[in-house]
């Protein structure tokens, strides 16, 4: 399966989403290790994978 992103960059909006959208992958990372290692405390841990499970955020899936 394959899928292909489109932006028009020439629009403010698009752009932005684009750049998002390469970012992806290294804030999908900063997240895991925010979530996963012992880089913060325990509670910010909880906390942040709260806010990962509230949005839908399942490592498990993203690196797997």
Do not use: P
């Amino acid at each position: 399966m394959k899928a292909i992103l489109k932006f028009d960059l020439t629009d403010a909006e698009d752009a932005e989403r684009y750049r998002r959208h390469n970012k992806a992958d290294d804030m999908a990372a900063v997240l895991y290790l925010l979530c996963n290692k012992d880089v913060v405390s325990q509670d910010v841990r909880k906390e942040v994978n709260s806010w990962c499970e509230s949005y839908g955020i399942d490592f498990e899936e993203i690196y797997t």
